[in-house]
């Protein structure tokens, strides 16, 4: 069973540009969420789906981060205008609904704005 | 607030030596707990989980945790450490269907 993959590992961009992480979840999971850690600090989450719903948004910190998961597969976050504030590794991760409670995690995507 | 703390940034043990990892949690509730492991240059790595039953839990690669609600803590621990263990420990409480992660421990295992 492959695990949950996530695109681009690596991401340098300049202040101001846009920049797009992709996530797909474990096959099968429901729930997909997104968090971020930055300049070595807790994990934090940014939001959860369930399917392609967006369940708890909470998280995200401002209009500029805009996730979607079309067909309740893989998702997207987008970042738009990044800020310096913004670097930090972003994850993803994906769980079952009649799971354990564990929830399965990608590599990252490691942004760097400058 | 919920919230989760490990109290030490770093953890320095000798290979063959029992090491202990710290957490503690403020949580309403009974808290469903866990432990993650990130190895360099990889992703966050499920370890073991509290939810209810018994208090000592077991997970992967020898790791135990023992959770103490009268201290509201859930210390990782094993008994004999291996070079390979060197690696970043998260230690997390579920709040609804989100994780709350303390802010990891790196443990260091000497040879």
């Known amino acids: 069973e492959a695990g949950v993959t996530q695109f681009p590992s690596h991401s340098v961009i300049e202040k101001g540009q846009t920049v797009t992480l992709r996530c797909d979840p474990i096959?099968?999971?429901?729930?997909l969420y997104w968090y971020r850690r930055v300049m070595g600090k807790e994990i934090k989450f940014l939001l959860h789906f369930v399917k392609e719903s967006k369940q708890d948004e909470s998280g995200m910190p401002n209009n500029r981060f805009l996730a979607e998961r079309t067909g309740g597969t893989y998702s997207t976050l987008k970042v738009q205008p990044a800020e310096l504030e913004d670097s930090g590794v972003y994850f993803c991760?994906?769980?079952?609904?009649?799971?354990?409670?564990?929830?399965?995690f990608g590599p990252g995507t490691r942004l760097t704005v400058t | 607030a919920q919230s989760v703390a490990q109290p030490e940034d770093q953890v320095n043990v000798a290979e063959g030596n029992p090491l202990t990892v710290k957490c503690t949690y403020s949580?309403?509730?009974?808290?469903?707990l866990f432990w993650y492991v990130q190895y360099p240059n990889r992703g966050l790595q499920f370890l073991l989980k509290y939810i209810t039953g018994d208090n000592l839990v077991k997970g992967s690669y020898g790791f135990e945790a023992e959770f103490n609600k009268s201290q509201t803590s859930f210390h990782l621990k094993k008994p004999s450490a291996l070079v390979s263990d060197s690696a970043l420990y998260f230690c997390?409480?579920?709040?609804?269907?989100?994780?709350?992660f303390g802010t990891g421990t790196r443990l260091q295992v000497f040879p």
């Open positions: 096959s099968g999971h429901d729930n």
């Open positions: 997390a409480v579920r709040l609804t269907d989100k994780l709350i």
């Open positions: 991760a994906s769980s079952h609904t009649r799971g354990g409670y564990e929830q399965y």
């Open positions: 949580v309403s509730g009974n808290p469903y």
